[in-house]
Structures are given as structure tokens and as C-alpha cells.
């Protein structure tokens, strides 16, 4: 089992940045990719962005060059940095992992973290 707590939510103005962290504990060395999804309020949850444990990155479209996604294997966290927020970046943001390779319904979730980004 492993088990992802993500921290790093909270209420930012429209332009500004947070970092949202995930650390990983638990059967870790399993995992091969991580990732971040979000969830608006009524909508369907989404891909951000996800990294591999070689490091390469993945981007939803939308979300290229205002979210970077990074890692820390020495403290088996993995990190989002959001610039430029937006009001409709508000939404719940998930941690993930998956044993495979390129995940297709992923193993692990943690229990979101809530970014509101005012106007």
C-alpha cells in the first residue's frame, strides 16, 4: 500500500502562485509515475500533470506553462507549482500514483488539497 497526503492548498489573488506537495510513504518503491488531478466544483476530475520516476513530465494541454510539476525521490515527495492562477484553477487538487508505467486507472489517491483563487 502507499499512501499520498498532499498539503500546500489555500486561498491565493488571481496571479499569484502555490506549490502543492504530495508526499509518498508506504510500498513506494512500486511506484512509477505520480501525478496531480483536479476537480472543480461540477465538473469531471482532470489531469494536470504527471512525472515518472526517471523524471520525464507530462502536461494536460491547458496547462502548459503555468504548472510545473517536479520530484524529490530523496523525500519521496513530488511537487505542483502553480503561477498565474486563475479563478477557474479553483478546484480540489489530487495526488496519484500508479504502479504502471502509463497509468490507465490509477493505484493510489490522496484525499485532495483545496486551492481557491479569488478575483
Known amino acids: 500500500q502507499v499512501q499520498l497526503v498532499e498539503s500546500g492548498g489555500g486561498l491565493v489573488q488571481a496571479g499569484g502562485s502555490l506549490r502543492l506537495s504530495c508526499a509518498a510513504s508506504?510500498?513506494?518503491?512500486?511506484?512509477?509515475?505520480m501525478g496531480w488531478y483536479r476537480q472543480a466544483p461540477g465538473k469531471q476530475r482532470e489531469l494536470v500533470a504527471s512525472?515518472?520516476?526517471?523524471?520525464?513530465?507530462n502536461y494536460a494541454n491547458s496547462m502548459k506553462g503555468r504548472f510545473t510539476i517536479s520530484s524529490d525521490n530523496a523525500k519521496n515527495t513530488v511537487y505542483l507549482q502553480m503561477n498565474s492562477l486563475k479563478p477557474e484553477d479553483t478546484a480540489v487538487y489530487y495526488c496519484?500514483?500508479?504502479?504502471?508505467?502509463?497509468?490507465?486507472?490509477?493505484?493510489?489517491w490522496g484525499k485532495g488539497t483545496l486551492v481557491t483563487v479569488s478575483s
Open positions: 496519484a500514483a500508479d504502479r504502471a508505467t502509463v497509468p490507465v486507472i490509477w493505484d493510489y
Open positions: 508506504g510500498s513506494i518503491f512500486s511506484i512509477n509515475v
Open positions: 512525472i515518472t520516476k526517471g523524471g520525464r513530465a
